[in-house]
């Protein structure tokens, strides 16, 4: 299990193809927070994203914000919530917006595998919970878009060291997720026997 | 109201306002030992990164003074009210929501609470029947305990019943706590704390598994044979490798609370309900001057 460093958004898909299920990484750059709300408005009203998307990081969030004025905002916690909710977008947001990777917590199900593998996309998991971290990590909040859906707003954060992150899933069709499973199921059947 | 029972409720609800923010920052000392016992045993690569992560957060936040988590929760209260307590509990429970409302403001704190069909935001964390409030109402006492337990979506979303059948047994409910906490994965932030309420009826089941979340870390039920229980549990919950965060790994759960209640001679209830590893609570004791004990734990 390698060590990565990858900053974003990403030019080159090359970066994407390197990381493996299991490897670790570390995220530099720009990344865009997205959540529930923000994404049913894009793909269920049909309402175009004000932020450009293509290579991106997207990070399943809703932070804990303070107000500083029109537009401007000032992070007070940052954390990471549950991906699952949102897998039926995986595909659309790779095919329509040219995102790269998304991040979150839990891991998706099955029906992520194909579509991150066909357009070259990785699911990053992070440390749900771990939000006074991940807000250290987050240098500034320099675009909000959406306001209206607060805090299921479009941000875009600077970030520094971001992580660490495991690759839940992989653009090569790997998920640790489904491996978890399939062994967790046989080992199921082993516990049943016993009572 | 008489100045007493103002001053009372002024008292409670500066409590709520404290419980809850203390627990959202400050983790309860069994929790702590208890992630750092799992890092301690995780053998597995991801696992480990998991809960070093952890144990780094937890200092972290202590350090900012931030919220260990983002997720500010529903608020859940739970109330033991002695009878000769002087204010009624329809007072304590303004005194709660008023609390949290407040501490969402003040802080501020995310505010997730919202209308279950219009999912429009319905303010500081308050709403139609929000917080929630557990009582339980105590003879011969002139206290109050309350207990604020932040309970997250991620952690709450992963809760499940069935309607076994008496033929079903012990096996019935094992079984269906074990495939429960496997589909759940990764999503409700393992390794926590497996609430099972066995017994009763549906609804109480279900009520009974969130009291089991809230005790603390380890703490085993009174009936030595719900105690066995537990412990069987607890150990063939991590045989399954579904690890921290669902990563894989040896550590899936860090306990399993068990609370019950006699039933129906042709019901076989079993709840979970999943708390997250940041399994967030604070207490008080209110005297009936007002005085507020923030130490003590039940």
Redesign the interface.
């Known amino acids: 299990?390698a060590n990565h460093e990858v900053t974003f958004p990403i030019t080159d898909p090359a970066e994407i193809l390197k990381l493996r299920a299991?490897d670790?990484v570390t995220v530099q750059g720009h990344i865009i927070g997205i959540r529930d709300?923000t994404q049913i408005r894009i793909f269920d009203q049909g309402v175009e994203p004000p932020m450009d998307l293509s290579g991106a990081f997207l990070l399943h969030?809703?932070?804990?914000v303070?107000k500083l004025g029109p537009g401007r905002y000032e992070k007070?916690?940052?954390?990471?919530?549950?991906s699952?909710?949102m897998v039926r977008f995986t595909e659309g947001l790779g095919s329509q917006f040219g995102v790269r990777a998304i991040c979150g917590?839990?891991?998706f199900p099955d029906e992520a595998i194909e579509p991150m593998q066909r357009l070259g996309m990785v699911y990053f998991?992070i440390?749900?919970?771990?939000?006074?971290?991940?807000?250290?990590q987050i240098e500034e909040i320099e675009e909000v878009a959406w306001e209206e859906l607060?805090?299921e707003c479009l941000w875009k954060f600077r970030v520094k060291d971001f992580g660490?992150l495991?690759v839940?899933i992989d653009a090569h069709g790997n998920s640790?997720?489904r491996?978890?499973?399939d062994?967790?199921?046989e080992?199921?059947k082993e516990?049943?026997a016993r009572? | 109201m008489s100045t007493v029972e103002t001053d009372l409720a002024a008292a409670v609800e500066e409590a709520a306002a404290h419980l809850y923010v203390w627990a959202l920052k400050d983790i309860p000392q069994d929790l702590r030992d208890a992630l750092a016992s799992a890092a301690g045993r995780e053998t597995s690569v991801p696992g480990q990164r998991v809960l070093q992560t952890i144990l780094r957060n937890v200092n972290v936040a202590e350090d900012e003074k931030n919220l260990v988590c983002q997720d500010t929760g529903i608020a859940v209260y739970s109330c033991r009210v002695g009878e000769r307590f002087p204010l009624h509990p329809a007072r304590i429970y303004e005194s709660l929501r008023d609390g949290t409302e407040r501490a969402t403001l003040e802080h501020p704190l995310r505010s997730n609470a919202v209308h279950t069909i219009t999912r429009e935001n319905t303010g500081a964390n308050i709403g139609y029947r929000l917080p929630i409030v557990h009582w339980e109402f105590v003879p011969d006492w002139d206290g109050l305990d309350v207990k604020c337990v932040p309970k997250g979506s991620g952690s709450e979303n992963m809760s499940f019943l069935k309607m076994c059948v008496p033929a079903d047994g012990v096996g019935g409910i094992k079984r269906f706590v074990l495939e429960s906490i496997v589909g759940a994965g990764g999503k409700p932030c393992p390794p926590g704390i497996v609430g099972v309420g066995i017994g009763g009826s549906a609804d109480y089941a279900m009520y009974l598994a969130k009291e089991a979340i809230a005790r603390p870390v380890g703490t085993r039920n009174s009936d030595p044979i719900v105690a066995q229980l537990e412990d069987e549990l607890y150990g063939l919950l991590n045989e399954t490798g579904i690890g921290p965060m669902g990563l894989g790994g040896d550590v899936t759960v860090l306990q399993c609370h068990i609370e019950h209640a006699d039933t129906h001679m042709t019901l076989n209830p079993v709840a979970v309900n999943y708390q997250c590893w940041a399994a967030r609570r604070a207490s008080a004791h209110i005297s009936p001057d007002g005085t507020v004990d923030y130490d003590r734990e039940f």
């Open positions: 299990m299991g670790e709300r969030t809703a932070p804990n303070r007070i916690c940052i954390g990471t919530t549950t699952a909710r917590k839990g891991g998991a440390v749900g919970g771990a939000a006074a971290l991940e807000t250290t607060m805090p660490p495991t839940g640790l997720y491996e978890v499973q062994r967790a199921q080992k199921l516990l049943y009572f």
